[in-house]
């Protein structure tokens, strides 16, 4: 008698049946172990300096092909907003050779190179239609002349440095400002020349004096000595005081107002003489009454 076989599962089988049944068991089985199988191999194929090396050249020739297309090719240059000495100054700093690949360009760095240079206040780098690379810049306008150690330097508004000056001549009309630390109060020297306006066909310039304070040069080797604090008001008494008795006309070389509540003025040479001679005209005249 032939043995009849069990219907029921081995206890292999049931187990693996159960295992087949388990979401994670049939996903290592689908795409698990096939990706790593997969992976292994790709390991194993690129873990060659030959291989590598082919794989880098190949991805850097396929950029580069891409790239070098004509239509990302940048090919001619143009600056707006700037005068003629700017642009040869930008061309001659500005570290492109084109023609160039738009992807080989930093518009970012290009832009904080501009900015670098003295005259440009503000830059915008763009890539436009055509191949152009267009600079777009801002220029600081000249406000002050600063002289100091032998040179003349022309400021903006802030005292930044706009342009060195081969001579004072350059300087135009720009108001002159001189000594160590001028530069850094430019806002102040600019309110101070405004406050001078009722003498501006005498103003000669400001200089500021151990980086503290202003004295304002007139013509004449007048001077007004102004203080540390509030010098424009103290200003605006000086030329009150003009307004009213014509001071600055007369024969007065230093208005000093540092002690604001003890204003000093100095004569010149010939009125201190005529002055003491007028003193001892005085006193011989009351010499003569005493006798």
Known sequence: MRPVKDPAPSKLDYRMQRLWLTPMFRWLVRWGFPGFAVLAAAVWYIDDEARQTAIVDRWEELIRSVQDRPEFMVSLLRIEGA????????????????????????????????????????AEVR?????????????????????????????????????????????????????????????????????????ADRLVGLTRVGARRWDVVLTRDQRILLPEEAPAAALDRVLAMHSATDLLAR????????????????????????????????????????E
């Open 83 to 122: 005068s003629k000495q700017l642009q040869e100054d930008i061309q001659e700093v500005l570290p492109v050779d084109l023609p160039l690949s738009q992807f080989q360009l930093d518009t970012a760095a290009l832009r904080a190179k501009l900015e670098e240079l003295d005259p440009v206040k503000r």
């Open 127 to 199: 890539i436009r239609s055509g191949g152009v690379l267009l600079l777009k810049v801002t220029e600081r306008e000249p406000a002050l002349a600063w002289k100091h150690e032998g040179r003349i330097t022309a400021l903006d508004a802030t005292g930044h440095h706009v342009a060195q000056l081969d001579d004072i001549s350059m300087a135009g009309a720009l108001p002159l400002i001189a000594g160590e630390g001028a530069d850094r109060e430019a806002a102040q020297a600019l309110d101070l020349i405004a406050a001078a306006a009722p003498v």
């Open 251 to 290: 024969d007065v070389t230093v208005v000093d107002l540092r002690l604001g509540d003890r204003p000093t003025l100095r004569l010149s040479d010939p009125a201190r003489e005529e002055l003491k001679r007028l003193q001892d005209l005085e006193r011989l005249s009351y010499e003569k009454d005493d």
